[in-house]
Structure formats: C-alpha cells, structure tokens
C-alpha cells in the first residue's frame, strides 16, 4: 500500500496546488480554510493538515507546514512522471514508508526555506539515482544538523572559488577533482570562523589525513650507528592534511547547485 507521501508525489495535481499555496501563501494565515481551493485538497499530504481544520481557520502552524511541502513540492516540476513514479517506489519499498515518515517530519520541523531547497535537490537527485539511499540518507541528515547560515557560507565561498577559476557549476567530474585539491580546502579555511571547521569536521565533511615527515640521514661520508638511523625514523614529524571529503562535494553539488 503506498503512503501519503508517495501518493502526493504521483498526484497529477501537485504542481498546480503547489503553485497555488507559493502564490497566496502570505494570504493564508487567519484565512478560513474553506476559502482555499479544492485542488490544494486533492493532494494527500496537504490534504492531512488541512481536513481536521476545514470549517475554521488557518493558524500559524498549519500555514509554516504547508508552506515548507510547497517549498519541498516546487522542484518536483523538473523531474518527469515516471521520475516520480520511480520516487515513490523507492519511497515504498524496501522500509521506505519510514523514509516517507522522516521527510515529512524534516520538513515539518523546518524554519526556513533554504534548508527545504537543499532537501528537495538531493531529493530530486536520489530520485534521478545520482546518489544512493545512504548516502542520502546521510546528507538530510547532516544538512538538517548545521546551521543554515553555514550552509550558505560553504555555498558561497566554494561557488567564488569555482568562479574565479572560470569553473562551469554543472561539470561534476571537474567539480569533484577540485574537491581532492588541497588549495581548496586552505582558501575556505581562511574565510570562515573556526567554529564552521570545528563543525564541518564533527559531521565528516572536513577530514584528516595523517602523515610522517622523514627526516634526512647526514650528507657525507659520516656512518651514522644502525639504533640512531631507527630512531631517526620514529622521530619523523607527524603532521595533518585536512581537505574536504566526497561526502562535501556531495552536498554541495547536489544540494546547492543540481538542476
């Protein structure tokens, strides 16, 4: 049996109801429910907020909620039906009705419509096989964990870089090349508070690398003692690369800039 969630997402009405509660959203609050059009009630997950409120008003809660579905809803135009009909399977099967469970309470929790895009990008790019179930499993969750400004920060700053180096946004093999370029990783650094690193690391979007420097036997014609050159070798300096991982190029990519 498909859920609510997978039936809103094939329901041949959703782009018009979605574009009907974007373009009266502001009018919504304090409005009485039985003003709002009967195809926003065709489809199933709007349908749900707003049947056990129909002969009253709308309130603050039920109005952030259906505004954050549409928000959700609005890129679903680009995907084709059988697209969609492809998501909804994958919403259904394989324990996917808890799938549906956990977006439709991310996105009922959510406060602000930047944090919705990037949901609804790397839905549209699972639903497209961009990337797999745990990886995107792994990316809501992440993206849902930071703050949205520092998600507009790594956005902004990355997308300068790129720019600068005259970078088209939609090539992803050059795009994940310069994500291994330690250059990269320095010039963010250097932009942002070390809180963001702090917090981009805890999350595994920033990782370490750890090596040895060896140090350089005498030039010469000096024989140094067999136990020194040991020591030698276990005195090496450690030092640490961090640069950004395939999990950062991920997120970036197809939460920011996928189309």
Do not use: W
């Amino acid at each position: 049996m498909e859920d609510i969630l997978s039936l809103s997402i094939t329901n041949k009405n959703l782009s018009n109801a979605t574009s009907e509660i974007i373009k009266i959203e502001e009018d919504l609050v304090g409005n009485s429910v039985d003003l709002i059009s009967s195809v926003i009630f065709q489809i199933p997950i709007y349908s749900l907020i707003l049947k056990p409120i129909k002969h009253s008003f709308l309130s603050f809660k039920e109005y952030r909620e259906l505004k954050m579905l549409a928000r959700f809803f609005n890129k679903f135009e680009n995907l084709k039906e059988h697209e969609r009909v492809e998501f909804s399977y994958m919403l259904s099967s394989e324990n996917g009705p808890n799938l549906s469970e956990k977006l439709i309470y991310l996105i009922s929790q959510m406060n602000d419509e930047y944090k919705c895009n990037i949901l609804s990008n790397l839905s549209i790019a699972f639903a497209r096989k961009k990337i797999d179930k745990k990886t995107y499993l792994l990316l809501i969750d992440i993206s849902n964990s930071l703050f949205s400004s520092d998600l507009k920060i790594f956005n902004e700053e990355i997308t300068k870089i790129f720019k600068k180096g005259d970078l088209k946004l939609d090539d992803s093999e050059k795009i994940e090349e310069r994500f291994t370029e330690f250059v990269l990783y320095d010039y963010f650094k250097e932009q942002v508070e070390f809180r963001l690193i702090y917090s981009f690391k805890n999350y595994g979007l920033i990782v370490e690398n750890f090596r040895k420097n060896k140090i350089p036997a005498p030039i010469g014609n000096y024989k140094e003692n067999k136990e020194v050159s040991n020591l030698r070798e276990r005195l090496g300096d450690v030092y640490i690369e961090e640069y950004f991982s395939h999990y950062a190029f991920l997120l970036f990519y197809y939460g920011f800039h996928y189309k």
